[in-house]
């Protein structure tokens, strides 16, 4: 399924971050920079793909080439700001979207590096940060960003995840790790294996703590 949040199924109801979705339609596309802020897990990346889904229409935006798609869980580095830069030179008429994720793992030379690419007159460009710790991002950064914040409650966690809640210790974080180890189908069919009384608390604990181990 691609990169998604343990959210993804969650997400893309319409009773879930519609303000956020709003404030976005309110606002246009036209050269706006957005900074998705809020705990890991809590469904901003599969937000803003959502986002960039709608405009494109296409599924996979990471092959479109009016997308730009910066993801790691590891140091983001100057070559990846480059990435970004060399996509911008391009002449395009169309609407166009950059996305970092985990934009807050830029090391300083990245962030510096990214500052760099505003000197330029991006028509029709919209530049998404998906942040978990608004700290470690430049204050020159965050000037020229609005800011979005996500915060998700108990209440909107997805059903098919809640089973699994109570083992192994797990909270949202846990469950993200899982979701990226095998998928929101893998977590669904513990859910339907548990209500089928295939498997048992110790057949749970035994795959997280295998998932923290792998992923």
């Not at 229409?57 to 480059?82: F, L």
């Not at 996500?150 to 966690?157: P, T």
């Not at 929101?184 to 295998?210: C, F, L």
């Amino acid at each position: 399924m691609g990169r998604y949040s343990i959210l993804y199924q969650k997400v893309f109801r319409k009773d879930l971050y519609t303000k956020q979705w709003e404030i976005l339609k309110a606002n246009g596309i036209d050269s706006i920079f957005w900074l998705f802020s809020g705990n890991k897990g809590v469904g901003k990346c599969a937000f803003a793909e959502k986002w960039i889904r709608y405009h494109v229409r296409c599924h996979d935006i990471h092959c479109h080439p009016n997308v730009c798609v910066i993801q790691s869980e590891e140091e983001i580095t100057v070559d990846g700001i480059q990435k970004v830069r060399t996509f911008l030179s391009k002449k395009n008429e169309e609407p166009r979207f950059v996305l970092i994720d985990n934009a807050d793992k830029m090391n300083r030379f990245a962030q510096n590096a990214l500052l760099k690419t505003f000197e330029g007159d991006y028509e029709r460009t919209s530049i998404i940060l998906i942040v978990h710790n608004i700290s470690a991002v430049l204050p020159t950064i965050l000037s020229r960003f609005q800011k979005l914040p996500f915060v998700l409650d108990e209440e909107d966690i997805p059903d098919n995840l809640k089973l699994l809640i109570p083992y192994a210790g797990l909270n949202m974080y846990y469950l993200e790790i899982l979701s990226k180890w095998g998928g929101i189908d893998w977590i669904e069919g513990v859910k339907n294996m548990w209500s089928k009384n295939v498997t048992s608390e110790e057949w749970v604990k035994k795959h997280a703590e295998h998932a923290l181990n792998v992923v």
